[in-house]
């Protein structure tokens, strides 16, 4: 495992992305919220680009104590959607949202001055 | 009786023993036992194929730690949101929406009674309306996250049905106009 240098900083504003080939991976890297987050673009599903779809935030029902529902709502948390079959992923964790056990190979990214390298 | 594992364990282990007693014994330099341990461990070379030379295994060594290829496949952009200059009405209407948003979020949904709903909803979708027909579109929210998928399938089933259009009437009228 070495550090690949993958770009500048000042090239990645918050809620870009970039997906990059490093030898026989492909990795799909997001800054979100100041920080980098990067994860192999191969969905666990069928092999999708998972890193290329839509991001959004999770969902939750929001619940009254008698279990009525006060509506759906938009949490803090986002997370990114494989654009061939909807399986979403939490942007932090690279976890599925429903099956936590489903999880992609999460990269660590290193910045040094204004560069950014991906783990890998 | 021993079993045939049994047997095959002693045999093994005898052969260990005796390899060992003659690498010792016969006085072998540091470089021979070395040989003599790998040709233990991996099997001696055929006659066929020629031995690894130490310059063979350094080049090998050497394209492990060579550095991988980085390709840049994509790039995808954030998508920028262009602010524009507000006025008294605009920031009136921010606040009263603001103070919606904080009812809904707290499951007070008798804050607004229906005929003040029924106006604000037909205030702003004429206002909409005329704005996208009159060539000034802009998105009728402000990000992906404003409303959810259900908030928007409930309002515009509701507005077809207010004005008695189908869903097949809104796609036919929409690859007609192209609005």
Same mark, same amino acid.
């Given at each position: 495992?070495?550090?690949?240098?993958? =770009?500048? *900083?000042? %090239?990645?504003?918050?809620?870009?992305?970039?997906?990059? #080939?490093?030898?026989? &991976?492909?990795?799909?890297?997001?800054?979100?919220?100041?920080?980098?987050?990067?994860?192999?673009?191969?969905?666990?599903?069928?092999? =999708?680009? *998972?890193? %290329?779809?839509?991001?959004?935030?999770?969902?939750?029902? #929001?619940?009254?104590? &008698?279990?009525?529902?006060?509506?759906?709502?938009?949490?803090?948390?986002?997370?990114?959607?494989?654009?061939?079959?909807?399986?979403?992923?939490?942007?932090?964790?690279?976890?599925?949202?429903?099956?936590?056990?489903?999880?992609?190979?999460?990269?660590?990214?290193?910045?040094?001055?204004?560069?950014?390298?991906?783990?890998? | 009786?021993?079993?045939?594992?049994?047997?095959?364990?002693?045999?093994?282990?005898?052969?260990?023993?005796?390899?060992?007693?003659?690498?010792?014994?016969?006085?072998?330099?540091?470089?021979?036992?070395?040989?003599?341990?790998?040709?233990?461990?991996?099997?001696?070379?055929?006659?066929?194929?020629?031995?690894?030379?130490?310059?063979?295994?350094?080049?090998?060594?050497?394209?492990?730690?060579?550095?991988?290829?980085?390709?840049?496949?994509?790039?995808?952009?954030?998508?920028?949101?262009?602010?524009?200059?507000?006025?008294?009405?605009?920031?009136?209407?921010?606040?009263?929406?603001?103070?919606?948003?904080?009812?809904?979020?707290?499951?007070?949904?008798?804050?607004?009674?229906?005929?003040?709903?029924?106006?604000?909803?037909?205030?702003?979708?004429?206002?909409?309306?005329?704005?996208?027909?009159?060539?000034?579109?802009?998105?009728?929210?402000?990000?992906?996250?404003?409303?959810?998928?259900?908030?928007?399938?409930?309002?515009?089933?509701?507005?077809?049905?207010?004005?008695?259009?189908?869903?097949?009437?809104?796609?036919?009228?929409?690859?007609?106009?192209?609005?």
């Amino acid at each position: 495992m070495a550090e690949q240098f993958i =770009g500048k *900083a000042s %090239e990645f504003k918050d809620g870009d992305r970039q997906i990059v #080939r490093i030898g026989e &991976d492909e990795i799909g890297i997001f800054r979100h919220e100041g920080q980098y987050y990067a994860y192999s673009n191969f969905c666990l599903h069928q092999g =999708g680009p *998972a890193c %290329e779809g839509l991001t959004i935030a999770n969902v939750e029902e #929001r619940l009254r104590p &008698d279990k009525t529902s006060m509506g759906l709502h938009f949490t803090d948390s986002m997370n990114f959607v494989c654009p061939w079959h909807g399986y979403e992923y939490d942007m932090k964790t690279g976890c599925h949202v429903k099956d936590k056990s489903i999880k992609l190979r999460k990269y660590d990214v290193v910045t040094k001055g204004n560069d950014v390298y991906v783990v890998a | 009786m021993s079993s045939p594992r049994t047997v095959t364990a002693k045999a093994s282990a005898k052969t260990s023993r005796a390899a060992k007693k003659s690498a010792s014994d016969e006085g072998m330099s540091r470089a021979d036992k070395v040989n003599f341990i790998s040709a233990m461990m991996d099997g001696l070379p055929s006659k066929d194929a020629p031995a690894k030379t130490r310059t063979e295994k350094v080049a090998r060594k050497a394209s492990a730690n060579k550095p991988l290829k980085v390709e840049i496949l994509r790039k995808i952009s954030a998508p920028v949101i262009v602010a524009t200059p507000s006025n008294a009405l605009s920031d009136e209407a921010r606040k009263f929406a603001a103070a919606i948003e904080d009812k809904v979020a707290s499951g007070d949904f008798d804050a607004l009674t229906p005929e003040a709903v029924q106006a604000l909803m037909t205030a702003l979708c004429k206002f909409y309306s005329c704005n996208v027909e009159a060539g000034n579109k802009f998105a009728v929210v402000k990000d992906r996250h404003s409303i959810t998928g259900t908030d928007a399938m409930i309002t515009c089933g509701a507005l077809l049905k207010a004005v008695d259009l189908q869903v097949f009437e809104l796609g036919m009228w929409q690859s007609w106009s192209g609005l």
